[in-house]
């Protein structure tokens, strides 16, 4: 219950495309989601978090799109660039517990 | 604003010794997290600091171990090491539970 699933492993784009990635959960507990962003030789980076208040979330070319029903939430990176390249985590917690990271996702974006 | 400090940056040990890790939170912070992170496991969480206190822990065997200051900053030991150990270590402090973390560049360990 404590899990969150991250799919897909790795995802290969062209430049200008749609990289999407998808997280589910099961803990209804949970009331925050945030999504990190790693380069390698450095530590995640939060780049974009919803709260299961609102559907959607979105910041430049990055939007979270959240389905509370379901119990999944999405991170939908559009125009995608070269320097996107990085491996990307989603991540649920709840205020009273730990925070839970997805696998994570490596993403390269083809120039 | 400085972000979050971990040292060392690299670190090399031989099987059998134990070691210490550091991680200086942002200032104002009060919540410290350690996460191992390896390339076939992804971030496993290892324990959480508020106000001095463990919060929680994960699944990790006793050579394990942490503690916080009064000053927030924190440090991990792990004892007894393994080869299995090697991995990077990443700490991340938030204002405290419920918020955001913020991540440091972690430590790399290489037990030999």
């Known amino acids: 219950q404590q899990q969150v699933k991250q799919s897909p492993q790795s995802l290969i784009v062209q430049k200008g495309g749609i990289s999407i990635i998808n997280c589910a959960y099961e803990n209804t507990a949970f009331d925050y989601f945030p999504w990190y962003q790693q380069f390698p030789g450095k530590g995640p980076a939060l780049l974009i978090a919803i709260r299961p208040d609102v559907s959607e979330k979105k910041e430049g070319r990055f939007t979270i799109s959240f389905n509370k029903s379901a119990k999944q939430f999405s991170l939908h990176i559009m125009d995608s660039q070269p320097g996107d390249s990085a491996t990307y985590f989603c991540?649920?917690?709840?205020?009273?517990?730990?925070?839970?990271f997805g696998k994570g996702t490596r993403l390269h974006i083809l120039p | 604003k400085a972000g979050v400090t971990q040292t060392p940056r690299y670190l090399i040990k031989t099987r059998g010794q134990q070691v210490t890790l550091s991680c200086s939170p942002i200032s104002g912070h009060r919540s410290v997290s350690w996460y191992q992170q390896t390339p076939g496991q992804g971030l496993q969480f290892l324990f959480e600091?508020?106000?001095?206190?463990?919060?929680n822990k994960g699944n990790f065997p006793g050579r394990f171990s942490g503690r916080q200051f009064s000053n927030s900053r924190s440090e991990m030991n792990v004892s007894t090491l393994e080869l299995g150990d090697s991995a990077l270590y990443l700490c991340a402090s938030s204002l405290g539970p419920g918020n955001g973390y913020t991540f440091g560049s972690g430590t790399r360990l290489t037990v030999v």
């Open positions: 991540a649920a917690m709840n205020r009273d517990d730990k925070i839970i």
């Open positions: 600091y508020f106000s001095e206190t463990q919060r």
